[in-house]
C-alpha cells in the first residue's frame, strides 16, 4: 500500500502560482499506473483536476484548468507535482493526490477509480 503525501498549499492571491508536490512515503514508489490530482471545496464533491501517466508521456486535465495547470513527474524525486498559474477563487479547495486504480480506464476522471489517497493539501486563493 503506497502512502501519498501532499504538500506546497497556501494563501495566495488571484492571478499569483503555487507548486504542489504528491510524494511516496519513505522506500515507497508509486505504482505503474496514473497518479492523478483532485481538490474538494467546502460543500462540494471532490473533482477531478489532472492525471499523469506513469512514465509521464501522457496527461489529462479537467477543462477548468486547462492552459493554467501543469502536471509533472520527476522519476529520481518519485514525486508528481501540480503547477497552478493564474490562480482564481474559484480554485480554492482541499487538493489530494491518488494512485490510480489498475483496472480503471486511463481517462478516468472518476473519484473511484482511484485509490492512496493523500491527507490533502489546503489551496486558498483571495480575490
Known amino acids: 500500500q503506497v502512502q501519498l503525501v501532499e504538500s506546497g498549499g497556501g494563501l495566495v492571491e488571484a492571478g499569483d502560482s503555487l507548486r504542489l508536490s504528491c510524494a511516496a512515503g519513505d522506500g515507497q514508489t508509486f505504482s505503474a499506473s496514473w497518479t492523478g490530482w483532485f481538490r474538494q471545496a467546502p460543500g462540494k464533491e471532490r473533482e477531478f483536476v489532472a492525471a499523469?501517466?506513469?512514465?509521464?508521456?501522457?496527461?489529462n486535465y479537467a477543462d477548468s484548468v486547462k492552459g493554467r495547470f501543469t502536471i509533472s513527474r520527476d522519476g529520481p524525486k518519485n514525486t508528481v507535482s501540480l503547477q497552478m498559474n493564474n490562480l482564481k477563487p474559484e480554485d480554492t479547495a482541499i487538493y489530494y493526490c491518488?494512485?490510480?486504480?489498475?483496472?480503471?480506464?486511463?481517462?478516468?476522471?472518476?473519484?473511484?477509480?482511484?485509490?492512496?489517497w493523500g491527507q490533502g493539501t489546503q489551496v486558498t486563493v483571495a480575490s
Open positions: 499523469i501517466s506513469y512514465l509521464g508521456l501522457r496527461t
Open positions: 491518488a494512485v490510480q486504480k489498475q483496472s480503471a480506464p486511463w481517462d478516468t476522471r472518476r473519484v473511484a477509480d482511484y485509490d492512496y
